[in-house]
């Protein structure tokens, strides 16, 4: 099979450099006395994922920055599981459900702030990571949070996500249940049974990597290269189809297909399509 490259175009080293100076103003910030302020246990994650974008768009790539950056982004979602987890147990048990102790809102934090949710995109990202770096206590963790804790008031997502994500707990846990999950997370993705999400996003960004998981699973070598440079190509063209996009850095890299290509190397394929929005070796290279 010829090798297939899918560059990356339109990333000023110079507006990145100045990102990652201004996220880690705002990392620092943010990381002081974060035990006890909620606000920025919300908020880090974010930061930290536009951190990790933003280093694996320099060139040459700093692997082992990007790897120290992955985990502390694994970090930040392991205390906000926590603090999420502290909020619906008081909730549960009738109390105040405002965290208590350890996750109690500082003095400095909005007086509307009187909640604390996840949302399926916090998932996903912390799912993908926890694979790219093959950190199983990650993902056996995120196994076990109920899917009722991706449920955050305001914000709404399709039904297929959340088959997707229940799909992807089982198959981490050794669940059986995982195939009709996944064939219902497929026929639900459908923009008929989609009423949410977007076309474009739909098509070009959130249906791709669960097809592509599909060929993992069912198909051969030959057809999962192809449907990951598909992949690669539609993630690309996403990001470059409106200028607003292009300054977006989620757009540089594809966390869930290089998740899932990294998933195709443990089976033993050899994964043909190279693009600097598939930075498989994050977690790989330690230098």
């Given at each position: 099979?010829n090798?297939a490259?899918?560059?990356?175009?339109?990333i000023?080293?110079?507006?990145?450099?100045?990102?990652?100076?201004?996220?880690?103003?705002?990392?620092a910030?943010?990381?002081?006395?974060i035990?006890?302020?909620l606000?920025?246990?919300?908020?880090?994650?974010?930061?930290?994922?536009?951190?990790?974008?933003?280093?694996?768009?320099?060139?040459?790539?700093?692997?082992?920055?990007?790897e120290r950056?992955?985990?502390k982004?694994l970090?930040a979602?392991?205390?906000?599981i926590?603090?999420?987890?502290?909020?619906?147990?008081?909730?549960?048990?009738?109390?105040?459900i405002?965290?208590?102790?350890?996750?109690?809102?500082?003095?400095?934090?909005?007086?509307?702030?009187?909640?604390?949710?996840?949302?399926?995109?916090?998932?996903?990202?912390?799912?993908?990571?926890?694979?790219v770096?093959?950190d199983?206590?990650?993902?056996n963790?995120?196994?076990q949070?109920?899917?009722?804790?991706?449920?955050?008031?305001?914000?709404?997502a399709?039904?297929?996500?959340?088959?997707?994500?229940e799909?992807?707990?089982?198959?981490?846990g050794g669940?059986a249940?995982?195939?009709?999950?996944?064939?219902d997370a497929?026929?639900l993705?459908?923009p008929q049974?989609?009423p949410?999400?977007?076309?474009?996003?739909l098509h070009y960004?959130?249906?791709p990597?669960?097809?592509?998981?599909h060929?993992?699973?069912t198909?051969?070598?030959?057809?999962?290269?192809?449907?990951?440079?598909?992949?690669?190509?539609r993630?690309?063209?996403?990001?470059?189809?409106?200028s607003?996009?292009?300054l977006?850095?989620e757009?540089?890299?594809?966390?869930?297909?290089?998740?899932?290509?990294?998933m195709?190397?443990?089976?033993?394929?050899?994964?043909?399509p190279?693009?600097?929005?598939?930075?498989?070796?994050?977690?790989?290279?330690?230098?």
């Open positions: 099979m090798q490259s899918i560059e990356r175009t339109g000023d080293p110079k507006a990145v450099g100045d990102g990652i100076r201004c996220l880690d103003e705002q990392i910030e943010c990381s002081v006395d035990d006890h302020n606000r920025s246990i919300i908020e880090l994650p974010s930061l930290l994922l536009a951190r990790l974008c933003h280093v694996l768009a320099l060139e040459p790539q700093d692997w082992i920055e990007a950056i992955a985990s982004l970090d979602y392991e205390l906000l926590s603090a999420v987890d502290s909020y619906r147990k008081n909730d549960l048990l009738g109390n105040d405002r965290p208590h102790g350890k996750f109690a809102r500082s003095r400095s934090d909005d007086s509307s702030l009187d909640y604390i949710a996840m949302t399926p995109a916090d998932f996903f990202n912390a799912f993908w990571t926890a694979v770096l093959g199983a206590r990650r993902l963790l995120l196994v949070i109920p899917v009722e804790h991706f449920i955050a008031p305001n914000v709404e399709d039904e297929f996500l959340y088959k997707w994500m799909a992807l707990q089982c198959i981490q669940d249940r995982w195939a009709q999950l996944f064939g497929i026929w993705s459908h049974r989609a949410i999400a977007d076309s474009d996003s960004l959130l249906y990597p669960i097809k592509l998981f060929t993992l699973v198909g051969t070598e030959e057809q999962f290269n192809l449907d990951l440079e598909d992949a690669l190509v993630h690309d063209y996403y990001w470059r189809s409106e607003e996009r292009k977006d850095p757009g540089w890299v594809s966390l869930p297909l290089t998740a899932i290509a990294c195709a190397l443990s089976k033993g394929y050899t994964v043909v190279e693009s600097g929005h598939l930075p498989l070796a994050l977690g790989l290279e330690k230098g």
